[in-house]
């Protein structure tokens, strides 16, 4: 009896499946413009010409993310370039089973924030700041650097900045 059931309903679920496939196949692919990647490492162009340079980008941690997405080696990368590895990164993680890290605007990429950073450049970028709102952000970022470096020892500061601390590398300013 079950077995006749399955055979009845069984054109029904293929349809059913092919269908849905169909569907899925007319949707267009996800747009990676404003996910995490992008914003985040866009924060870094410095003088907001669309073109991120590898001096730009004073985040260590993300410059192997700025060599793949440099397959053209120009030196520099797009949103786009950065788009299309977010696309590429999220298919394989998909592929692997594992949920995908570059979906959507948002911090929660990078690692932990650069102890006495201020505001980061994702976060700049994300509140769409004034020119003179960045302008005081930068002299109070200047004023607090200061501060941290009358209150800790040389030896300290270099270690606070030094690679090998936990997040890696130097500040991102």
Same mark, same amino acid.
């Given at each position: 009896m079950k077995r006749a059931l399955l055979l009845l309903f069984l054109p029904a679920i293929a349809g059913l499946l092919g269908a849905a496939s169909a569907v899925a196949a007319d949707q267009p692919a996800q747009d990676y413009s404003k996910s995490r990647l992008v914003v985040r490492m866009m924060?870094? @162009?410095a003088n907001h010409d669309g073109k991120l340079t590898r001096d730009e980008l004073t985040d260590a #941690?993300?410059? #192997?993310?700025f060599e793949q997405a440099d397959v053209e080696h120009k030196g520099y990368v797009t949103?786009? @370039?950065l788009a299309k590895l977010a696309a590429k990164l999220d298919a394989e993680t998909a592929d692997n089973g594992r949920q995908?890290?570059?979906d959507g605007p948002g911090p929660g990429f990078g690692g932990p924030p650069t102890p006495g950073q201020i505001i980061p450049p994702w976060a700049r970028e994300?509140?769409?700041? +004034? +020119?003179?709102?960045?302008?005081?952000? @930068? @002299?109070?970022q200047k004023?607090?650097?200061?501060?941290?470096?009358?209150i800790l020892t040389e030896g300290q500061m270099k270690q606070l900045h030094s690679p090998g601390r936990p997040g890696g590398g130097p500040p991102s300013r």
């Open positions: 924060a870094f @162009d #941690r993300l410059h #192997r993310l949103a786009d @370039d995908d890290r570059f994300r509140l769409k700041l +004034t +020119t003179e709102q960045s302008a005081q952000i @930068d @002299d109070l004023q607090v650097d200061r501060r941290l470096a009358s």
